[in-house]
């Protein structure tokens, strides 16, 4: 429990430091001195700022809202996500301007998780309902997760980057209604090709 403690502390002079200079600008000695650690304990706790920076977004807007995840409550879990990034407004944008490909990665990663087991509920979904979704095998599945993650997160960083204009439930209804035409015209092309055989 102290560990945590101690990387909360580090996680918020990281926050603070980024509403007073630019994330590219910030050295792991100043985060270490605001939080009142020494630079060994820091690097106990994180390799480097970037490492830091990724738990920030893990702990503070990913998992929190990532409870409890189905097919069909993925886009209330995408809008938590974004009215979190929306409440740390200044430090999300700061960083995203600063180290976009390091935050992008780490939605990528994250994201292409989500939709390969949201793809499984799919698929699960499918069977229980005496549908037959056209099987695909997993290097298949994982392109199909990689490319509505591209998506998802390039919309993300792009939200962040314009600051944050459009309310993040406006942004994740959009994002549901573009899956479930895709997933209509996936059943549609399923339909079709039973029908010819």
């Not at 502390?9 to 910030?26: G, M, N, R």
């Not at 970037?50 to 097919?71: G, S």
């Not at 949201?118 to 290097?139: C, G, H, Y």
Request: aromatic fraction near 12%; charge should be negative; proline fraction near 2%.
């Amino acid at each position: 429990m102290e560990s945590l403690s101690t990387k909360r502390l580090i996680a918020q002079s990281l926050k603070e430091l980024s509403e007073e200079k630019p994330f590219d600008k910030i050295s792991v000695g100043e985060i270490a001195a605001r939080s009142n650690v020494n630079r060994q304990t820091f690097y106990y706790h994180f390799q480097d700022k970037y490492d830091l920076l990724k738990w920030i977004y893990k702990e503070d807007y990913f998992f929190p809202n990532m409870q409890n995840l189905n097919f069909d409550n993925w886009d209330q879990c995408l809008r938590g996500i974004l009215e979190s990034v929306r409440a740390d407004r200044r430090f999300c944008v700061n960083t995203i301007r600063h180290t976009e490909q390091e935050v992008t990665e780490l939605f990528l990663a994250d994201t292409v998780h989500i939709f390969d087991v949201a793809l499984d509920l799919l698929k699960n979904q499918s069977a229980e309902k005496e549908k037959t979704l056209r099987r695909v095998d997993p290097e298949e599945q994982n392109f199909i997760a990689r490319f509505f993650a591209y998506g998802v997160c390039g919309i993300l960083v792009e939200w962040i980057e314009k600051g944050m204009k459009e309310e993040p439930e406006v942004v994740a209804h959009r994002m549901r209604n573009l899956l479930n035409t895709c997933k209509e015209l996936a059943y549609k092309q399923v339909l079709e090709e039973n029908e010819e055989k």
